[in-house]
């Protein structure tokens, strides 16, 4: 005869699972709904930048995206007779508006070049895509329909180079290795993949690491993107088969991007075979190696593209 205390354990043992099952269910849900809120602020923009024009002369041009069905917003600032075309990549959460950006296109000009300074889709310029930001793996179909346009008006491949900062060095960086007609890439402060930066990112702002996985899971669901799988990093072979000459940039004290990323990039690629060079610059905030290194960094940025493209 079975006894009070024996006829009670089942029962208890199914409460227990109960509760034990609640407990995950509740788990599972808040996780999923804190890793939606981290993605959710990682990926999208509050608010659009205030519209800001560059001095001199230029253009507000637009064209498609690479296969994409919206259309990229751009500057388009002439330069000299005969100099190569410059391609720029602002960074996460910029524009071409910024003024950091506007100065950086305004340098550019000054040494030359033709400048097509961009606003990347969903950040916080005038380019909409599919209203996430896509740390670059989304963004390089504006860098490569730029491309394009610039070989619509009038320039060569071998004329033409592309530069970035942050994600807008991702951007390039990925565009180049989809077209190996591009020849050359001035890569400042990249990452090596998004889920490594996202992870830094996230604790930057207060949310745990833990919720990363789960927050590139909502973008799959939202984008359809796995922007984990198609890296900086993983471009090493790509870069070395087209013979791309790469230059990276990275202070070495960088506080957002940390200065790792770029060191890994850099043995990724040199160890492929590709033609890549290191450049670290001594500074404490991100991206600010050309405010640092000033007039030695447009020597060297100058240097390099007059190297690799073609001056008529």
């Known amino acids: 005869m079975q006894t009070v205390s024996s006829q009670r354990r089942p029962k208890a043992r199914r409460w227990l699972t109960v509760a034990l099952s609640l407990i995950v269910i509740l788990v599972v849900i808040a996780y999923a709904v804190v890793s939606y809120f981290g993605y959710n602020f990682l990926s999208t923009v509050g608010s659009k930048a205030p519209v800001l024009t560059p001095e001199g002369t230029y253009e507000t041009v637009t064209f498609p995206a690479r296969g994409q069905n919206y259309l990229v917003y751009a500057y388009y600032l002439e330069g000299k007779s005969g100099m190569p075309a410059i391609i720029q990549a602002h960074g996460w959460r910029s524009s071409r508006f910024e003024p950091a950006v506007l100065e950086r296109t305004a340098k550019y000009r000054s040494l030359g070049y033709h400048v097509l300074s961009l606003d990347l889709s969903d950040a916080r310029g005038e380019t909409v895509g599919n209203g996430r930001i896509g740390m670059g793996v989304e963004e390089r179909f504006d860098v490569l329909g730029a491309f394009d346009y ?118 990724a690629y040199r160890a492929a075979g590709a033609n890549v060079d290191l450049w670290t610059t001594k500074c404490d905030k991100h991206p600010r190696s050309l405010e640092v290194e000033g007039e030695n960094y447009l020597a060297r940025f100058d240097a390099f593209f007059r190297q690799h493209l073609r001056i008529s």
């Not at 592309?162 to 960086?173: F, I, K, P, Q, R």
């Not at 702002?205 to 993983?234: H, K, N, S, Y």
Request: hydrophobic share 45%.
């Open 150 to 267: 610039m070989l619509t008006r009038g320039f060569a491949p071998d004329q033409i180079g592309v530069t970035g900062e942050s994600m807008g060095a991702v951007s390039v960086l990925l565009a180049a290795a989809l077209e190996p007609r591009i020849r050359a890439v001035w890569a400042d402060s990249p990452f090596t993949r998004s889920d490594s930066v996202a992870s830094e990112q996230a604790e930057t702002f207060g949310f745990p690491r833990i919720i990363v996985p789960g927050g590139m899971l909502w973008g799959v669901i939202i984008t359809g993107q796995r922007i984990w799988e198609d890296g900086a990093l993983a471009q090493a072979s790509r870069f070395a088969e087209n013979k791309t000459a790469i230059q990276l940039v990275h202070c070495d004290q960088d506080d957002f991007v940390f200065y790792y990323h770029s060191k890994e990039l850099f043995e």
